[in-house]
C-alpha cells in the first residue's frame, strides 16, 4: 500500500536558525495536507497545496508541492520556541476509499 | 461553533475489560476517522466512515476493535477484552470530505492496568 514517509524523524535547533521537514509518497497525491501538533495536544491542520510545484506562504512557514505530486516541504524561517512539536504531511491514498494517510512526522525541538 | 467532541477524555481499566469510546464530529462533516497514537509515536489509522458508504476498517489491528457511526453523526469505537498494549490515547476527526481538513478531537487517553 502506499507509504508517506517524512525525513528527519527529530530535528533539534538553535532558537533562530531554520527548519525543514520533507515529506515523500510512494505514489503521485491529488492534494498534500499539513499539520501540527504541540505536545500533548492534537492534530491541527495548517494549509493545504493541491497544484504541482505549488508554493504556499505561512508568516514564517513555507510549503511546496513537488512537481510530480509525490513530495513536498515545509520550511520554517527563523525559528521560535512556539514552533515547537510534531509536523505531519497527509494525502489521500488513492484506493477504493481514498481515505487521508499521515506520514511518519516530523518532531522539531527548538533551544532558547 | 463546536468542534470534535470525545469522551472520556481518560480511561483507566483493567486487561480483559471491554471500552466503549465516544466521538460527537461537527455538524455536517460527512467524514470522520479514527486514529490511535502511542507516546512519541505517529498517528495510526483504524477506521473512515465517509457519508452512508461501508466503512473502510482497513487500519483495525484485531476483531476486538469495533466502530459504528449512527445516524452519519456520533461514532463509538470499541475495544473488547482489552490488552495492555491497547494503552494509547484514541483520536477522532472529521471532514466536510476525504480531501478536506481534518479537524481532531482532543482524544481519548486510554490506559490498560
Known amino acids: 500500500g502506499q507509504q508517506v514517509m517524512q525525513i528527519p524523524q527529530y530535528q533539534h535547533v538553535q532558537e533562530g536558525e531554520d527548519f525543514t521537514t520533507y515529506c515523500n509518497s510512494s505514489?503521485?497525491?491529488?492534494?498534500i495536507q499539513w499539520y501540527k501538533q504541540r505536545p500533548g495536544g492534537h492534530p491541527v491542520f495548517l494549509i493545504q497545496?493541491?497544484?504541482?510545484?505549488e508554493v504556499k506562504k505561512q508568516k514564517r512557514l513555507t510549503f511546496q508541492f513537488g512537481e510530480a505530486k509525490k513530495n513536498s516541504s515545509l520550511h520554517i524561517t527563523a525559528t521560535q520556541t512556539t514552533d515547537v512539536g510534531t509536523y505531519f504531511c497527509?494525502?489521500?491514498?488513492?484506493?477504493?476509499?481514498?481515505?487521508?494517510?499521515f506520514g511518519t512526522g516530523t518532531l522539531l525541538a527548538v533551544q532558547p | 461553533g463546536a468542534g470534535v467532541s470525545q469522551s472520556p477524555s481518560n480511561k483507566v481499566t483493567e486487561k480483559g475489560k471491554d471500552v466503549e469510546l465516544r466521538c460527537d464530529p461537527i455538524?455536517?462533516?460527512?467524514?470522520l476517522y479514527w486514529y490511535r497514537q502511542s507516546l512519541g509515536q505517529g498517528l495510526e489509522f483504524l477506521i473512515y466512515?465517509?457519508?452512508?458508504?461501508?466503512?473502510?476498517k482497513s487500519g483495525l489491528p484485531s476483531d476486538r476493535f469495533s466502530a459504528e457511526r449512527t445516524g452519519g453523526s456520533v461514532s463509538t469505537l470499541t475495544i473488547q477484552r482489552t490488552q495492555q498494549e491497547d494503552s494509547a490515547v484514541y483520536l477522532c476527526?472529521?471532514?466536510?470530505?476525504?480531501?478536506?481538513?481534518?479537524?481532531f478531537g482532543d482524544g481519548t487517553r486510554l490506559s490498560i492496568l
Open positions: 476527526a472529521s471532514s466536510l470530505g476525504y480531501d478536506q481538513p481534518q479537524h
Open positions: 505514489t503521485t497525491l491529488s492534494n
Open positions: 497545496l493541491v497544484k504541482s510545484g
Open positions: 497527509a494525502g489521500p491514498d488513492g484506493g477504493a476509499t481514498n481515505k487521508l494517510i
Open positions: 455538524s455536517g462533516h460527512t467524514a
Open positions: 466512515f465517509q457519508g452512508n458508504s461501508a466503512p473502510d
